[in-house]
């Protein structure tokens, strides 16, 4: 298959609007897929690059929580065929590497290092302008009307699910969820808290309430957050803006929670979560910090066998748990109508990182057809 032209959001330097072009895609080479983008989410991960906290291969096409139908695929590709619907993955474990071999395929090696490249397996993007490559974010480049991924990269879903919903699977719901589910595996009638419900935090604050939590303190310091998260199963919420957050859990909380979730990315919060763990908590990170950012916390703690662990994509093992999550929204048990906000065209891709950035939405949507 020839190349085909795309229309795209293509980030070329941090504190820049992204540019909407116009790009040469190349056909999916053996074990790729090509898809057609029904819809993309607007995560603060892509916004993290705009706003120069994290680095990230240049010039990219971004968006990394994405689902469309299957147009054509390449040689050896078994999993997937023209016209079925998927979700894609920024994580195309390969499942072989030690970490797919042990269970831990969010972990894998080179799809990891894929992600971090912006590339296919093979190290090489699909995408260019004028000849010159253009990466995609995290093995995806999701704001585009088309794409090439990896066949790891694709989850077959029912095709009765609506695909703008199936997106935020991609990458919010799959992250807050299983990071209570698969990271944390809270424990039914255990207190949760946690620091942030933007579009990751409210599917932490989902994710607790589908685990059975009992309290599920949420925190933000926007107060039309909090409303959200209450609709998402809080039962108490904090604004930070307005009193110490650490105090006020501890307060709903005596002791402590069983759980502190930090889904913000920044190292005070970081701190205020673990502070608010109870003798023997579990404090997850989700939130990406800023590149080169340090944690400082109080070393006597760990006598109290607190423990502190990262999540990444909420310990996704993709082809299960994003079926999963399907038949849970199919059934009415999982949220994802009330997480889009905003849908956007894709020339409103700046406008929808904009409100991102004030804290608008609980997540929207670009449909770059
Ligand atoms: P978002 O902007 O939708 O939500 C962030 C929320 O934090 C907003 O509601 C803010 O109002 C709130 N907030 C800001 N400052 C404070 C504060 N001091 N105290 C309390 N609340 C505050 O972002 P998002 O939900 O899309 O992403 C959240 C983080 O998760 C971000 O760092 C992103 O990069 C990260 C992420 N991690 C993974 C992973 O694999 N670990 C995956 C996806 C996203
Ligand atoms: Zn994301």
Redesign the pocket.
Known sequence: MGKVQVKAAVFYRPHEPLAVQELELEGPRAGEVLVRIAACGV???D??FIDGLVPIASPSVLGHEAAGVVEAVGAGVASVQPGDHVVLSFIPSCGRCQYCVVGRPNLCTIGNRAMSRGTMLDGTPRFAREGRPVYQMGSIGGFASYTVVPEAGCVKIRGDMPLDRAALLG??VM??VG?VINTARVQAGSDVAV????????NVVQGAALAGAGRIIA????AH?LELARQFGATHTVD??RED?VEAVRRISPGGVDYAFE????P??VR?AFDMARRGGLTV?????PAGAEVSLPAGAFLTEKTIT?????GARMPVDVPRLVELYMSGRLKLDELISRVYPLEGINDAFDA??R?E???SIVTPL
Not at 195 to 202: E, I, K, P, Q, S
Not at 310 to 314: K, W
């Open positions: 995560c603060h991960s916004l993290h990458c919010g992250t807050g990071a620091v942030g419900c933007g579009g990751v935090g409210l925190i933000d310091v926007l957050k930070a803006s957050p889904v913000i990315g920044r005070e919060t205020q990170v989700v939130g990406v910090p990262g999540s990444a994509y909420g991102l950035r804290g939405v609980a997540r």
